[in-house]
């Protein structure tokens, strides 16, 4: 019985001493999430093999795992740049961008964890001075929105590429202008408008006064035709053939024939 305490004592220290070490050795990486291995006796960062996926690890305790999200993220920035007139243009962008996950380690080991601020956010504000310089406070107002962040979606995936950054999409959220340089732009905006409009109206009047020629110069040239095909021989027999329908009529009258000055039948009612 007094040897009892002598034996269990180590094996409780031993027991203790293995959850030490397990808690020490185990790593669990979240849904979205891989880590990278940093062996300590080993050479360093690993860069050969895929990272460490979703799940529970049992990794040395004396090595390290760094872990980063591997989901699609958002960065969000406001910058200052120079249209190609030299005015000051503020826009307001953000980047959806994911690390590239078969390159994490070389990610960790170039760039480490900081690389959103050591390489995108300079790529997005390079790109985007390079592509508003080249259009007019006019254009980066109205027409150009969407070449602008097609433009420096572009120029901003040709520098992160080879940095192991994936980019998916930039968006152009607002472009400020100086309130003078908006309210001059608006003010031509709305004057072209109005010329357009008026444009509009102005060929419409046209087309219809146009319209309204025609139809007179059609109606005065069927009168002309008839007119020169209108016989005295003719206006007889039509006026013949009326005198002939009016005498088949049940209502009483009386025909004298050839008693108009025209030499037409000339036609009496009762009345």
Same mark, same amino acid.
């Given at each position: ?12 220290a ?12 185990a ?7 891989a880590?990278?291995l ?17 799940g ?8 390290? #795992?760094?872990i980063?999200? #591997?989901?699609q ?35 960790h080991q ?42 420096i979606?572009?120029?901003t ?13 930039i968006l ?23 010329s ?9 009047a ?5 319209k309204v020629?025609?139809?007179a ?8 035709i008839?007119?020169?095909?209108l ?14 329908m ?26």
């Amino acid at each position: 019985m007094d040897r009892l305490p002598k034996i269990a004592l180590p094996v409780i220290a031993g027991i203790i001493f293995l959850i030490i070490l397990i808690s020490k050795s185990a790593v669990t990486i979240g849904s979205g999430e891989a880590g990278v291995l940093y062996k300590v006796f080993g050479g360093g960062v690993v860069t050969d093999g895929p990272p460490l996926g979703e799940g529970f690890h049992l990794v040395a305790p004396w090595n390290k #795992v760094y872990i980063y999200e #591997v989901r699609q993220q958002e960065v969000f920035e406001k910058m200052k740049v120079l249209s190609s007139n030299g005015l000051d243009i503020q826009l307001d962008a953000s980047a959806w961008f994911q690390p590239k996950y078969e390159f994490l380690g070389k990610l960790h080991q170039e760039k480490s964890e900081q690389y959103k601020d050591r390489v995108l956010l300079p790529a997005i504000r390079s790109a985007a001075r390079s592509v508003v310089g080249r259009y007019t406070p006019e254009q980066l107002y109205s027409s150009k929105r969407d070449a602008i962040q097609k433009e420096i979606f572009e120029e901003t995936k040709a520098i992160v590429d080879g940095q192991y950054i994936q980019l998916n999409e930039i968006l152009v959220r607002d472009v400020t202008l100086p309130n003078t340089i908006k309210e001059a732009i608006e003010r031509k905006l709305k004057q072209e408008q109005e010329s357009l409009e008026y444009e509009f109206r102005l060929v419409t009047a046209q087309k219809e006064a146009e319209k309204v020629r025609i139809e007179a110069q059609g109606k005065a040239d069927a009168n002309r035709i008839l007119s020169a095909s209108l016989t005295d021989k003719i206006l007889q027999d039509k006026g013949i053939e009326a005198t002939l329908m009016l005498a088949q009529s049940p209502n009483a009258k009386v025909v004298v024939v050839g008693s108009g000055d025209d030499g037409l039948p000339l036609i009496l009612g009762n009345n």
